[in-house]
């Protein structure tokens, strides 16, 4: 995707793919035409190109007034494929967001993520009793595809019940700087426009430009004094984590990273201790006497060190070590 703006007074050449051109012409939804729309037109058609645009306006100037003068070409054998829409808020800008999709292939618009069963948190006697119960109630079949697809069923709608399973609800970012404050004004700023999109006066146009300019103003206070706050805090004495943790939240990062799932050949580990313990048995293989013979390898392989690196790398002698510690000042080391 190419995106290209050229003013009005700038000439271009029909290399051009998607532009915001400043050309009006009935193509892509404006009453009139000029010069630049009759050029634009002459490329598209020259071209094989199809405009996207569905006749919404993409601008909104200066003067109060509603243009068309954003435009999306696009191929005419990917343009059955696309689907063309504008946001209905500015945000902040001039120009209406364009939302371009392109539908490539089948999507599953109702796929849920996968959830995973905590056997560790299951309720055994529980779910003995429903498979028990239901397996009584339900007749057994006489074909073996069904008896399997009953059997099955009895198993997944009874762990359902007494076993706990994950869960992938989505976490919004935190963004420190918001408050109440200016939700708020955001929702004053958009019912301002809304009311002046229903009814296009100059007194509707002029408290939405009052309540667009105080939201903004305030959302620059709120960062400025939000990053103000972070730099105080800031010193020799502050705690580095806490200062990284900061710079995530600034950045929008989730402050949780936790590992709440691993999967391995022999199944699913969700206890957090399982989890560790697996970590540590890996680490501790890697790291055992067994791969020292690998180590040894690769060690005899790679290029021959200099002098101060082997002299670094020998082994620390008993007078090293006793004259290391005759330095150190404190009341935990010591000889013993």
């Not at 420190?176 to 146009?205: I, V």
């Amino acid at each position: 995707v190419i995106c290209l703006y050229i003013p009005p007074d700038q000439h271009f050449t029909t290399n051009d793919i998607m532009q915001a051109t400043s050309g009006l012409s009935p193509i892509w939804g404006s009453t009139t035409v000029n010069s630049r729309g009759k050029h634009i037109e002459n490329v598209i058609l020259s071209s094989n190109l199809i405009s996207l645009n569905n006749g919404s306006a993409t601008h909104f100037s200066t003067f109060s007034t509603f243009s068309h003068v954003d435009v999306t070409l696009w191929t005419d054998t990917l343009a059955a494929k696309c689907e063309w829409n504008i946001l209905d808020y500015l945000h902040g800008s001039d120009h209406f967001p364009i939302i371009l999709k392109v539908h490539l292939g089948p999507i599953n618009k109702y796929y849920k993520p996968k959830n995973i069963f905590k056997t560790d948190h299951a309720d055994w006697v529980k779910f003995q009793t429903l498979c028990r119960d239901k397996c009584d109630k339900s007749p057994t079949a006489v074909n073996p595809n069904q008896e399997t697809a009953r059997i099955t069923k009895i198993i997944r709608s009874a762990a359902n019940v007494s076993i706990l399973q994950t869960n992938h609800s989505k976490t919004s970012k935190n963004i420190p700087w918001w408050n109440k404050q200016l939700a708020s004004l955001r929702t004053k700023k958009q019912t301002a426009w809304y009311d002046y999109k229903r009814c296009r006066t100059q007194e509707k146009l002029i408290c939405f430009k009052k309540a667009n300019a105080y939201f903004r103003r305030s959302v620059k206070q709120a960062k400025r004094k939000c990053l103000e706050d972070f730099t105080l805090k800031i010193n020799p004495s502050s705690n580095p984590r806490q200062i990284w943790a900061d710079l995530k939240k600034l950045a929008g990062s989730p402050t949780t990273s936790a590992i709440r799932c691993l999967n391995l050949p022999s199944g699913h580990l969700t206890n957090p201790l399982d989890i560790a313990e697996e970590f540590v048995n890996h680490f501790s293989n890697n790291s055992s006497d067994n791969n020292s013979s690998t180590l040894s390898e690769n060690a005899s392989m790679s290029p021959s060190m200099p002098p101060s690196a082997k002299q670094i790398d020998s082994s620390v002698q008993l007078v090293e070590f006793e004259y290391a510690l005759s330095g150190v000042s404190g009341k935990t080391p010591g000889l013993d």
